[in-house]
């Protein structure tokens, strides 16, 4: 059982980097987009990504 909590905290612990990862690029594209004065490239929407540290103690419960 403890093998399987470490194997969902690692992986939510990865989906958190990924998406931190995300949203640091997206800034950086809307801050390109800005200073070149286009709106071409199109960027995710912040809201379609969640914090996931529930999910690493859904078998908790």
């Given at each position: 059982m ?5 194997i ?13 990862r ?19 490239v ?9 914090n996931?540290?529930?999910?690493r103690?859904?078998?908790i419960?």
């Open positions: 403890s093998l399987t909590l470490e969902i905290d690692d992986i939510g612990d990865t989906m958190d980097q990924t998406n931190d995300l949203l640091r690029n997206t800034r950086n594209i809307q801050k390109v987009n800005r200073k070149a004065g286009t709106c071409g199109s960027t995710i929407p912040n809201h379609c990504f969640t996931t540290s529930w999910a103690y859904m078998l419960s």
